[in-house]
């Protein structure tokens, strides 16, 4: 059973960087089975996928948020990450992480606030 656990910070200041992790269980964060995904959901709006990465290693980001957003993988923990620069508190919101078999963590809540 692939299970997904997001962490991370759960308030960051302006302009800082947002990093946040997924550790995966049950099947290898580089298994060729799975897409890996971000995904958010600002208060009061539908969600938004943000980055995906492949098996591959390929690397997938919403147009928007492209030149801000990273999504990574390390095997040594079996998670995969995403990092946002610049952040504003318009990037306030609930983050899942997700896989393409259906799975999601349970959400993580991040604040941007000074």
């Known amino acids: 059973q692939v299970q997904l656990q997001e962490s991370g910070p759960g308030l960051v200041k302006p302009s800082q960087t947002l990093s946040l992790a997924c550790t995966v269980s049950g099947v290898s964060v580089t298994s060729n089975s799975y897409v890996w995904r971000w995904i958010r959901q600002p208060p009061g709006k539908g969600l938004e996928w943000m980055a995906s990465?492949?098996?591959?290693?390929?690397?997938y980001y919403r147009p928007s948020h492209r030149s801000r957003t990273a999504i990574s993988r390390d095997t040594s923990k079996n998670q995969f990450t995403l990092r946002l620069n610049s952040v504003s508190p318009e990037d306030t919101g609930a983050y899942y992480c997700?896989?393409?078999?259906?799975?999601w963590g349970q959400g993580t809540q991040v604040t941007v606030s000074s």
């Open positions: 997700a896989g393409s078999g259906g799975e």
């Open positions: 990465i492949d098996p591959s290693g390929r690397v």
